[in-house]
Each structure stands twice: as C-alpha cells, then as structure tokens.
T-cell receptor
Framework: KQEVTQIPAALSVPEGENLVLNCSFTDSAIYNLQWFRQDPGKGLTSLLLIQSSQREQTSGRLNASLDKSSGRSTLYIAASQPGDSATYLCAVMTTDSWGKFQFGAGTQVVVTP | GAVVSQHPSRVICKSGTSVKIECRSLDFQATTMFWYRQFPKQSLMLMATSNEGSKATYEQGVEKDKFLINHASLTLSTLTVTSAHPEDSSFYIC????????????FGPGTRLTVL
C-alpha cells in the first residue's frame, strides 16, 4: 500500500526566503504526483501536476521535482510571501489505483512579514 | 471551466439524523467522482469511488451502509451520512474526473459536518 510522508509537518519562514517542502512515497509505480494548497477550512487548490515520466514542473515561483527511483518529490517556492501561508499537500496516484489519490499529511507553512 | 461545487458548505445536525451532501460538476460531465474525508489536522482519506449509473466502490474500513453514495447523473453525486454520530464530524471533499482522464480531476470546496 502506498504511503506518502511529508516533512516537515510545519515550517515558519520570514518573508522573502525560499521554501522547500518534501514529499516521499513508498511505491515508485506511480502514475502522477500532484501538489495542492489548502487554506484553513477550505478545499484544495491544485498547484502542480507531475506525470511519472517528468522530472519537474514549474509555474511562476513554484517548482516541483520528481525522482521516482528514490520515491521523492520536492516543492520549491521562491521568494515566499505572507500569502503563501497555507498547508501544502502532496498526493500520489499509483498505477494500480486508477484515479485515486493517496495524500500526505501536509506541511503547514507560515510566512511572517 | 472545470468547477466542482458542494452543497452545503457547512451543516450541523443532531446525533442520529441523516445528512445528505451534494457534489456537482458545473461545467463538465463526470462519470467518476471520489469522496474523501479529512479529520482535523489530518490528511485526506479516500472513502469511496462513485460511478454514474452503478454502485459505489468503498475503501476498506468504510461502512457502505452508513455512507450511502448515489451517482444518479453525469453531474451529480450525493453522499448521505446515515444515523450520524459525533465521530462522523469531519470535512468531506469530493473530486470529479472530467471524462476518462485521470489528470483532469477537480476538487470541490468541501463540506464541514458537525454532529452534536
């Protein structure tokens, strides 16, 4: 069974610093991996989707890398802003679980002005 | 495009009553929808897969008689929590697949259920 772990569980940085969020998974037979943002009491906002054949994806200040062989993905957020404060979730879809995501517990990020 | 809505956004009910939560794909057809549950400070856990016109498939440990899922049309799936108890209090989120593309999956805003 796929297990997804996110480290650290919480992170606080001053505005302007780069954020590095880690996600690890146990089963490398993945279809894709997706990073989401969740604000308190709200639903999910998709940030980046990486296909299993890809090594990274970029969108604005966000960059996500994927290393299937080591079972890791990293989300980089450049020049953090207070508006980046949220919980970031990593979700993995394995090849034998069509359409189903296995989520990590998330990293709670606070960016202080 | 690709918007998924949920109704209600919040619901409070008494223990023993049933509550229905709707998940709608507003601008696309969704043959398959998924229901997740999120307890406070925890991650999302998949509860069931909802397929239009057929019975839902439940994940291990999820009581199908307690969490009734009906996917009666290509744009609507409902989750009914029957005889709700305080331990059912949670944040319920649905997602919908646009067509058969697993990469085209969109999440609803969630429903906060509180059982008193």
């Amino acid at each position: 069974k796929q297990e997804v772990t996110q480290i650290p569980a919480a992170l606080s940085v001053p505005e302007g610093e780069n954020l590095v969020l880690n996600c690890s998974f146990t089963d490398s037979a993945i279809y894709n991996l997706q990073w989401f943002r969740q604000d308190p009491g709200k639903g999910l906002t998709s940030l980046l989707l990486i296909q299993s054949s890809q090594r990274e994806q970029t969108s604005g200040r966000l960059n996500a890398s994927l290393d299937k062989s080591s079972g890791r993905s990293t989300l980089y957020i450049a020049a953090s802003q207070p508006g980046d404060s949220a919980t970031y979730l990593c979700a993995v879809m394995t090849t034998d679980s069509w359409g189903k995501f296995q989520f990590g517990a998330g990293t709670q990020v606070v960016v202080t002005p | 495009g690709a918007v998924v809505s949920q109704h209600p956004s919040r619901v409070i009910c008494k223990s023993g009553t049933s509550v229905k939560i709707e998940c709608r794909s507003l601008d696309f057809q969704a043959t398959t929808m998924f229901w997740y549950r999120q307890f406070p400070k925890q991650s999302l856990m998949l509860m069931a897969t909802s397929n239009e016109g057929s019975k839902a498939t439940y994940e291990q440990g999820v009581e199908k008689d307690k969490f009734l899922i009906n996917h009666a049309s290509l744009t609507l799936s409902t989750l009914t929590v029957t005889s709700a108890h305080p331990e059912d209090s949670s944040f319920y989120i649905c997602s919908a697949l646009r067509g058969s593309q697993v990469d085209e999956q969109f999440f609803g805003p969630g429903t906060r259920l509180t059982v008193l």
